[in-house]
């Protein structure tokens, strides 16, 4: 029998129980750290509630995780060794993220070629985590490569697949966690039939067919999330506006200049914040973001991905320049006072935003004898096909004394939206 510490009372899933081993990775200062990161940066000008941290969430994956191991269908595959490495892993595969959170990504991205988990991985790699975990009994190695995906243990490559996946106890977290704090909630996820439906196919997760309308929910209720909270028009302003000013600072300031992993955990969203008020080359955005002065949209439009503008326009950024710069001359405005926004690119990135690519996600059936039979999802389920690549979205933004400028503009180089592009979904 597992051992446990203590509990933690979270507001979502309630009674988190955790052993001595996961009491020490928690009083950690890598863990402690994401309590000074926000989950969902810039979603607080949207929905006042949404001021929980990178902190809550992981303690929930690593519940999650720890609910999943449970599952008979995968503990008998599982040592008690291995339960308390996924669960291990499951809390601390958010601690490489930056100051506030996936829009410090921009600058990891565009300036060192790395993303939040290469972050990660360096930080348990080479950080008092490291020191903690041997001290436990347990491998740094293999938390640091389960904690990001990549352990691959042979035979085990559902392993993984618990942290990163199309159907994750990360994102299993997220979408329950973050509809709750901001309000937005659309239609119940039942994330438990989900976790107790899952199963090994081969050696890779499933779900069993039972589970299809649960599956279901979970996919739309990520599709609203998305459309309504991480990609929000005003949200996003406030993303991009951090981001911007991170990047005018970043010469001055050396944001993206770390030797250690201590450099590195030194930046969170309080001391940051305060560097670019004090930044000449930021103080204006950060000023303006104290009073909600937000960058406005002058232009949104939803596509079909079968249209042939859409892969030029997504994909290349010598593109989008091309017209933002067309659209400032139209508008008689400099071209810096035109944004061109396209969420699913890495200009503000969420890792898996394409939405999926539904036919990731493997299901199957079982048969009285217990034979998994696996099936097509498109097959069993018309939701999945539509909402396929679905979430291609373009605005253009600018400062309010600019914005009927360049709407008129905007509306004239890229274009009215079509009857096609208005959809419900």
């Known amino acids: 029998m597992r051992k446990y510490w203590g509990e933690i009372k979270d507001p979502v899933h309630g009674y988190v129980y955790i052993t001595e081993a996961e009491k020490q990775l928690i009083d950690s200062y ?8 926000r989950q969902l940066a810039g979603s607080e000008f949207v929905y006042s509630g949404a001021n929980h941290t990178r902190f809550e969430h992981s303690i929930g994956v690593m519940h999650l995780a720890g609910k999943l191991t449970e599952n008979p269908n995968l503990s008998q595959f599982l040592s008690e060794e291995e339960v308390q490495i996924v669960r291990m892993a499951a809390l601390l595969h958010d601690v490489g993220h930056g100051p506030f959170s996936h829009v410090f990504e921009h600058l990891l991205v565009k300036f060192l070629n790395k993303t939040h988990e290469d972050m990660t991985a360096w930080i348990i790699r080479e950080s008092e985590l490291r020191d903690i975990i041997s001290g436990l ?3 740094p190695a293999v938390v640091e490569k389960l904690a990001v995906g990549e352990l691959r243990r042979r ?4 392993m993984d697949q618990i942290i990163q996946s199309a159907v994750d106890v990360d994102k299993l977290d997220f979408v329950v966690r973050d509809t709750f704090h901001t309000g937005a909630e659309y239609g119940y996820v039942d994330i438990f039939r989900l976790i107790h439906m899952l199963d090994v196919l081969g050696e890779n997760l499933a ?3 039972g589970a299809l309308s649960a599956l279901e929910s979970f996919v739309l209720a990520r599709l609203e999330s998305f459309r309504s909270i991480y990609f929000h028009r005003v949200g996003r302003a406030a993303q991009i506006m951090l981001a911007t000013a991170m990047e005018e600072a970043n010469d001055e300031l050396g944001l993206v200049e770390f030797d250690s992993p201590e450099d590195y955990l030194a930046f969170n969203d309080y001391t940051v914040w305060t560097i670019l008020k004090e930044c000449k080359k930021s ?9 909600r002065r937000l960058l406005k949209c002058a232009y949104d ?8 503008m859409v892969p030029s326009i997504f994909s290349v950024d010598e ?8 659209i400032a001359s139209e508008a008689g405005v400099e071209p810096q006072a035109v944004v061109i926004d396209v969420p699913t690119v890495p200009s503000v990135p969420y890792h898996h935003s394409d939405l999926l690519e539904p036919m990731e996600i493997p299901v199957f059936q ?6 998994k039979i696996p099936l097509r999802l498109s097959d069993i389920s018309s939701v999945f096909d539509v909402l396929k690549g679905f979430i291609n979205i373009l605005r253009v933004y600018t400062e309010e004394r600019h914005l009927d400028k360049v709407s008129v503009a905007a509306e004239k180089i890229i274009g009215g939206t079509p009857s096609s592009a208005k959809i419900s979904f």
């Open 155 to 158: 035979g085990k490559a559902f």
């Open 207 to 209: 779900v069993d067919v």
């Open 30 to 37: 890598p863990v402690q750290r994401l309590r000074r990161l």
């Open 283 to 291: 103080r204006g955005i950060m000023e303006a973001l104290e009073r």
């Open 319 to 326: 593109i989008r320049n091309q017209m933002r710069n067309k």
């Open 137 to 139: 009994g347990y491998e």
């Open 366 to 371: 079982k048969t009285r004898k217990g034979e």
């Open 301 to 308: 439009r939803t596509f079909h991905v079968k249209e042939k």
